[in-house]
């Protein structure tokens, strides 16, 4: 299946599949295919952030494309002079002063098929623009890594320049790169690229990922139309001006946490937070009382920030808060602490040089203005910034915790004892992060002499044991909890949800 996304500038609409409906009339009666066309909401409102982030880290410090990269974009090395020094264009406007230099715009509607010779077809339908004029880069972008082995194709193109231009796809591969030609009017556009692999077998592995016709395959990518725009004052992205430092504050933090937090096992069903129970949700403005403030910011209840659904109208997250000196100081203290100490923990578990650049950059980003006014946006990235980080700390001191656990295993006389287990959980989609949640449980024995118990528990197993009676015997359980904290962001505003009793935190025998 492949899925289509338009947006302009940050509202996100994902559109439905039509099966045996022809999107282009009159442009090949003996195609045949799958159609995409809009509307309906997108999960992923960090979409198009996460595609610049991407170009702007494909160059490193000194300008240079990194050897990832072109595998990362399917540039295949030899490399494609072309392609890598479009590449290396792209890589330099993302990173100019919040994406100045490019504009997005999004197929109106996209055919996957075959003509009649067997050749793999795609016809993209482009809206009326004039950046269209200007020379046009189409990036593909994988939702999910490639799992086939890996693969060359050769897309040829009237509306491709050079009209010929190959593509390696690997498992790393997350995006391919292709260099358009310039419209030469303001009608609507049309790209119809024909897509050649060298055997039968390698054809359908891309027709598979590119329709998912294979059963269970859930790779899928999304068109996406850059333009270069002229480097001038005149032609100032869009996407750029709508963006706020908090919007872009908040996918920043999204990809932190997806490359710092520990990788757990996939785990399935995704659990719904609005399914757990909850006190009455606190909101995060201007109105936040300093004693709540006070509280989250001494609190250690990990926090899940959940992005949700921007809804039918264009809309930034933003907020504010108010912190007086007092706490603007501990805040800030507190920040410049967990900072390090998560930098130093990045280095231990050797996570990689990009959270680290990330991570630099989340704190410019969350930095409180030297000059601080009453209220402001810096506030309140600070204060999520903090959040983040604590949660990052207690995910890393959790993993200490269960190699000594690990350890401990081994000893049978140990292992077979009542005592607390780590548990992942999965959440839903929308979660910005962590999208997982230790949850942890109690496993184990409560024979005598039992552990962590109660009176109750003591006189049933002593009956349970002499009198041989058919009674519930003592059970390992938690006995004390750890409540979970959520942040939701939403057009409506910033939202606290504390859910209680989520987090087993010892355990005992009852």
Same mark, same amino acid.
């Given at each position: 299946?492949?899925?289509?996304?338009?947006?302009?500038?940050?509202?996100?609409?994902?559109?439905?599949?039509?099966?045996?409906?022809?999107?282009?009339?009159?442009?090949?009666?003996?195609?045949?295919?799958?159609?995409?066309?809009?509307?309906?909401?997108?999960?992923?409102?960090?979409?198009?952030?996460?595609?610049?982030?991407?170009?702007?880290?494909?160059?490193?410090?000194?300008?240079?494309?990194?050897?990832?990269?072109?595998?990362?974009?399917?540039?295949?090395?030899?490399?494609?002079?072309?392609?890598?020094?479009?590449?290396?264009?792209?890589?330099?406007?993302?990173?100019?002063?919040?994406?100045?230099?490019?504009?997005?715009?999004?197929?109106?509607?996209?055919?996957?098929?075959?003509?009649?010779?067997?050749?793999?077809? +795609?016809?993209? #339908?482009? @809206?009326? &623009? $004039?950046? /269209?004029? *200007?020379?046009?880069?189409?990036? =593909?972008?994988?939702? %999910? !890594?490639?799992?086939?082995?890996?693969?060359?194709?050769?897309?040829?193109?009237?509306?491709?320049?050079?009209?010929?231009?190959?593509?390696?796809?690997?498992?790393?591969?997350?995006?391919?790169?292709?260099?358009?030609?310039?419209?030469?009017?303001?009608?609507?556009?049309?790209?119809?690229?024909?897509?050649?692999?060298?055997?039968?077998?390698?054809?359908?592995?891309?027709?598979?990922?590119?329709?998912?016709?294979?059963?269970?395959?859930?790779?899928?990518?999304?068109?996406?139309?850059?333009?270069?725009?002229?480097?001038?004052?005149?032609?100032?992205?869009?996407?750029?001006?709508?963006?706020?430092?908090?919007?872009?504050?908040?996918?920043?933090?999204?990809?932190?946490?997806?490359?710092? +937090?520990?990788? #757990?096992? @996939?785990? &399935? $069903?995704? /659990?719904? *937070?609005?399914?757990?129970?909850? =006190?009455?949700?606190? %909101? !995060?403005?201007?109105?936040?009382?300093?004693?709540?403030?006070?509280?989250?910011?001494?609190?250690?209840?990990?926090?899940?920030?959940?992005?949700?659904?921007?809804?039918?109208?264009?809309?930034?997250?933003?907020?504010?808060?108010?912190?007086?000196?007092?706490?603007?100081?501990?805040?800030?203290?507190?920040?410049?602490?967990?900072?390090?100490?998560?930098?130093?923990?990045?280095?231990?578990?050797?996570?990689?040089?990009?959270?680290?650049?990330?991570?630099?950059?989340?704190?410019?980003?969350?930095?409180?203005?030297?000059?601080?006014?009453?209220?402001?946006?810096?506030?309140?990235?600070?204060?999520?910034?903090?959040?983040?980080?604590?949660?990052?700390?207690?995910?890393?001191?959790?993993?200490?915790?269960?190699?000594?656990?690990?350890?401990?295993?081994?000893?049978?006389?140990?292992?077979?004892?009542?005592?607390?287990? %780590? !548990?992942?959980?999965?959440?839903?989609?929308?979660?910005?992060?962590?999208?997982?949640?230790?949850?942890?449980?109690?496993?184990?024995?409560?024979?005598?002499?039992?552990?962590?118990?109660?009176?109750?528990?003591?006189?049933?197993?002593?009956?349970?044991?002499?009198?041989?009676?058919?009674?519930?015997?003592?059970?390992?359980?938690?006995?004390?909890?750890?409540?979970?904290?959520?942040?939701?962001?939403?057009?409506?505003?910033?939202?606290?949800?504390?859910?209680?009793?989520?987090?087993?935190?010892?355990?005992?025998?009852?």
């Amino acid at each position: 299946m492949l899925f289509v996304t338009l947006c302009w500038t940050w509202l996100c609409v994902a559109p439905h599949v039509s099966h045996g409906q022809q999107l282009i009339q009159d442009h090949n009666p003996t195609m045949t295919g799958d159609t995409v066309s809009p509307p309906g909401p997108l999960d992923s409102p960090c979409y198009v952030d996460d595609v610049f982030a991407a170009l702007r880290e494909a160059a490193g410090n000194d300008g240079e494309l990194l050897h990832n990269s072109l595998t990362l974009f399917g540039i295949c090395t030899p490399s494609d002079n072309s392609l890598e020094s479009v590449l290396q264009e792209l890589a330099k406007a993302a990173s100019r002063n919040q994406r100045i230099g490019l504009e997005v715009l999004h197929p109106t509607g996209v055919l996957v098929g075959e003509d009649d010779r067997g050749t793999l077809m +795609l016809t993209f #339908d482009l @809206p009326q &623009s $004039p950046l /269209l004029r *200007l020379s046009p880069v189409l990036l =593909l972008t994988f939702e %999910s !890594l490639l799992k086939a082995e890996d693969l060359d194709a050769t897309f040829t193109s009237q509306s491709l320049q050079p009209n010929t231009q190959s593509v390696c796809i690997s498992g790393e591969t997350q995006h391919i790169l292709l260099s358009g030609k310039a419209s030469e009017g303001n009608d609507s556009h049309r790209w119809t690229i024909s897509v050649e692999t060298k055997s039968p077998h390698s054809k359908q592995n891309l027709k598979d990922v590119l329709i998912g016709e294979k059963s269970g395959s859930n790779t899928n990518i999304t068109p996406l139309l850059l333009l270069a725009v002229r480097n001038d004052a005149r032609h100032v992205s869009a996407s750029s001006s709508a963006s706020s430092q908090t919007f872009t504050f908040l996918c920043e933090l999204k990809r932190f946490l997806v490359d710092v +937090l520990p990788q #757990d096992k @996939p785990v &399935s $069903p995704q /659990l719904m *937070l609005g399914s757990l129970q909850s =006190l009455p949700p606190l %909101s !995060l403005g201007l109105s936040s009382s300093e004693t709540l403030l006070a509280e989250l910011i001494n609190s250690s209840s990990p926090t899940i920030f959940s992005f949700r659904k921007l809804g039918s109208t264009p809309h930034l997250p933003h907020g504010q808060l108010a912190l007086s000196p007092a706490l603007l100081e501990e805040i800030g203290q507190r920040l410049d602490q967990s900072g390090l100490q998560v930098m130093e923990l990045i280095r231990e578990e050797e996570v990689g040089p990009r959270a680290t650049a990330r991570l630099g950059r989340l704190k410019e980003l969350g930095a409180l203005e030297k000059k601080e006014p009453t209220a402001g946006e810096s506030q309140y990235r600070a204060f999520l910034l903090l959040k983040a980080l604590r949660t990052v700390a207690q995910a890393y001191e959790l993993r200490v915790g269960q190699r000594t656990t690990r350890a401990d295993s081994n000893n049978p006389v140990r292992a077979n004892v009542c005592g607390l287990r %780590s !548990l992942t959980v999965s959440l839903e989609r929308f979660v910005l992060g962590p999208n997982t949640a230790v949850i942890n449980n109690c496993r184990g024995s409560c024979a005598f002499p039992m552990v962590n118990t109660i009176n109750h528990a003591v006189l049933l197993n002593s009956h349970i044991e002499n009198v041989n009676a058919d009674e519930r015997a003592p059970c390992c359980v938690p006995v004390a909890y750890e409540a979970l904290e959520v942040v939701d962001l939403n057009e409506h505003g910033t939202y606290l949800s504390i859910k209680p009793s989520v987090i087993a935190k010892e355990c005992g025998c009852r």
